[in-house]
């Protein structure tokens, strides 16, 4: 199913990166993946209530090199996207991570995340996302799809790409975001429904707005109760016997 989206449509693009912990011939890819937050597809989301929005994977910069190679890739990625922010997970390499991207870029708009959970359960909330038909491939990617289609947790070896996906779609507030906007959508809800008031409330004193020349003071909010201004005493001049 297609779906159409211009760059004018991205909220907000992030380059997500799961470095390498070495650049040895048989360590792992440090997973670069650039992604996108955008306008909802009504053609494949499946939420019922109002969608916050939908993630957009731009591109797999996936690559095996040592660390100043992969963030000049990230960086790359960055202009090529011209994205808000590059995302590091920075369990293995720390501050080095940032120290070394802003060597290649200085000033860079750079964030950290820290995995505290397992991949899987990381995973999970990004996997309810395609789901519910609201992450979306502008473009073919079949290593980051052959990796979303076969890993396990009992699998020998890491998700680069997945991980970086992970990292990017989560930074972007997709998840988590279903509650606020059913919140949202049921204030409005609310807003839009008539009030109802019982005969007997209706029939009770209420304060009302004064539409008529009175005794008042400069400034007075024309508020009234039984024709005399709760605020600086003056009165309606149809019950000016009150005062």
């Not at 304060?207 to 008042?216: D, R």
Request: proline letters at 7%; aromatic letters at 6%.
């Amino acid at each position: 199913m297609s779906i159409s989206v211009r760059r004018s449509d991205l909220r907000r693009v992030v380059v997500a990166i799961d470095p390498a912990a070495t650049s040895s011939e048989d360590a792992d890819d440090t997973g670069i993946i650039t992604v996108a937050r955008g306008p909802c597809q009504p053609s494949t989301c499946k939420l019922t209530v109002h969608c916050p929005g939908h993630g957009y994977v731009l591109a797999d910069d996936t690559c095996h090199l040592g660390p100043i190679g992969w963030a000049q890739v990230a960086v790359e990625a960055f202009d090529t996207w011209q994205a808000d922010r590059v995302v590091a997970e920075v369990n293995n390499g720390g501050d080095m991570v940032g120290v070394t991207i802003r060597t290649v870029r200085p000033g860079i708009p750079y964030a950290t995340v820290y995995a505290t959970r397992g991949k899987v359960v990381r995973a999970e909330p990004i996997s309810a996302l395609y789901e519910q038909g609201r992450v979306h491939h502008l473009g073919t990617f079949p290593e980051l799809e052959a990796e979303q289609s076969t890993w396990t947790q009992d699998s020998p070896w890491s998700p680069n790409r997945v991980d970086a996906l992970v990292w990017g779609l989560t930074y972007l507030g997709l998840v988590g975001a279903q509650g606020a906007a059913f919140l949202a959508a049921y204030k409005d809800e609310i807003a839009a429904r008539t009030p109802v008031v019982s005969p007997v409330l209706a029939a009770l004193p209420h304060l009302g707005a004064a539409e008529v020349e009175s005794t008042l003071r400069p400034g007075c909010k024309h508020r009234f109760f039984t024709g005399v201004c709760v605020h600086c005493g003056g009165a309606d001049p149809k019950t000016a016997a009150l005062v």
